[in-house]
């Protein structure tokens, strides 16, 4: 985990289209969330919020966010025994990803105005440019190392 | 009790999240307190660090594009500063020459020289000041230090001087105490060094008296020094007389044009008379 908001605060939120970059933290917590359940989801959250504020120095408000982004991703949490299919699996992680960046991204343009922006600049802004961002992302690991793990 | 274990096995996911909402919350409230301040610099400490060796590691990628725009940056830089010090020295040498000029001469036009040559044999001025700026022929250019020469052609923004240290230059001229009248000419060799002619062996010159120019010029106005006498030596009839220039021409940039003019009546007489050009 401390490797990945390495990963995500040294590269990949250095990635910046009109104030947004994408969140490599939320895709993980929330594929936490589907794959485990909700209470280790929102302990990964914040945790990872933990580090992540560590580095930003927002910690309170990065542990807020990775908490509420592990605990809405847990909603869509699919249990082994269920006996889903892949496709499902997938829907689901998409579906929880996309709650995650939703809630999270709100939470960080209601509350962190780093660059002064009005607030009808930074919630089309960060919400929507940074959920597409982030998604685009989660596609992206989701083809190349998640959807081996969800099979598994 | 039972029930109790039973809500809170069941709600636990809530549980930890308002915990966990309840810590972080706290910890934004705490954001200023000292122990946090102090955790929150340390991250910042950390993350700038990385930061600078990333940053590094990745300007080794693009050094030499780094390099080309420094380069390109200097060169900017140093004709900038090349023009500045241009300018200000300009600006220097022009306040000088005005503020060191007798209070005479401030009606004099100030000019810069732009083009000169001073060969053996065809030592020629050329200055930044023509008919627009009211230069005619035959005005006569000097400094406050003394005689430069004479304008002899003017186009619209430039003019032609004809200097005291070339061949064809003379000029009219008298000594301070003993009021001894001769011509000072230049030969070739020391461009410090002019000849006073036409003075008779009987004249009372000494060395070290000033020559100015005289009444009997037909282009300098009279007063205008032009050197000192070094050496006087006896011929036959006349002396041979050395006068040491009284403007130092390796260094001449700025001059001032005299618009004052001998009357054009006595030049014509003059002329007239003699038949001799202008001295």
Known sequence: ?152 | MLSLFRFIAKHIAYLYFLLYCGISILLMQLQRKETLDAIRQRGLAMNASVAEQLSNFTGLFTLRQDNEQLLLQNARLFSQVMRQKQELSDAKAMQAASSEAPAWARQFKLARIVDRRFSATDNMVVIDAGSRQGVTTDMTVLTPDGLVGRVIEVSENYAKILPVINKNFMVSVVSDSTRTLGLLSWQNGDERIAHMEHVPVSSPLKVGEQITTSDYSTFAIRGVPVGRVVRISKDKLFCNIDIRLAVDFSSLSYVLVSPAKPSREKIEIMNGDTGRKGQ
């Open chain 1, 1 to 152: 985990m401390v490797m990945l908001v390495l990963v995500q605060h040294f590269f990949i939120s250095r990635l910046v289209i009109l104030h947004a970059s994408p969140d490599l933290l939320a895709v993980f917590i929330a594929f936490i969330s589907i794959s485990i359940g909700q209470k280790t989801g929102t302990t990964y959250g914040f945790a990872a919020g933990l580090i992540s504020g560590f580095f930003t120095g927002n910690i309170g408000l990065s542990a807020l966010v990775g908490t509420v982004e592990g605990f809405s991703a847990g909603y869509f949490h699919v249990p082994d025994e269920s006996h889903a299919t892949w496709v499902k699996k997938r829907r689901m992680y998409y579906i929880a990803a996309t709650t995650a960046l939703l809630l999270g991204n709100l939470l960080q343009a209601l509350l962190n105005d780093p660059l002064s922006l009005p607030l009808y600049v930074r919630l089309p802004e960060m919400v929507v440019i940074g959920t597409i961002m982030s998604m685009i992302l989660g596609a992206l690991m989701y083809k190349l190392v998640l959807n081996k793990l969800l099979k598994d």
